[in-house]
């Protein structure tokens, strides 16, 4: 089984912006994301993108800030980040598998090793 593969993570400032990268294959999946864990908290869903129609969810706190895009053609998601924070700074993951609950909340499977993303004040 091949799993996705990130990159792009980095140490940056606060207010920089960061581009990430997922290489992956879309097959037939509908729900596609980029999810995040940072030490002693439980991995969240960010950004979430439907493969078919293109409609996206952001969680609250990365809303207006990052962007979720896929080039099907490349079998590669992106997650732009911009304006970045300190509170950001987590693992980023990638899926082509994940689902909604009852509840709202995003789940997924079938990881990659991720990618550190580190933002000082």
């Known amino acids: 089984q091949v799993h996705p593969v990130e990159s792009g993570g980095g140490s940056v400032q606060g207010g920089d912006a960061l581009t990430l990268s997922c290489v992956a294959s879309f097959g037939k999946s509908r729900c596609m994301g980029w999810f995040r864990q940072s030490p002693g908290k439980a991995r969240e869903g960010v950004a979430i993108i439907h493969n078919g129609g293109g409609s996206t969810y952001y969680a609250g706190s990365v809303k207006d800030r990052f962007t979720i895009s896929r080039d099907s053609a490349k079998s590669t998601m992106y997650l732009q980040m911009n304006n970045l924070r300190p509170e950001d700074t987590a693992v980023y993951y990638c899926?082509?598998?994940?689902?909604?609950?009852?509840?709202?909340?995003?789940?997924?499977?079938?990881w990659g090793q991720g990618t550190q993303v580190t933002v000082s004040s």
């Open positions: 899926t082509t598998k994940c689902w909604r609950n009852n509840f709202g909340r995003f789940f997924g499977d079938d």
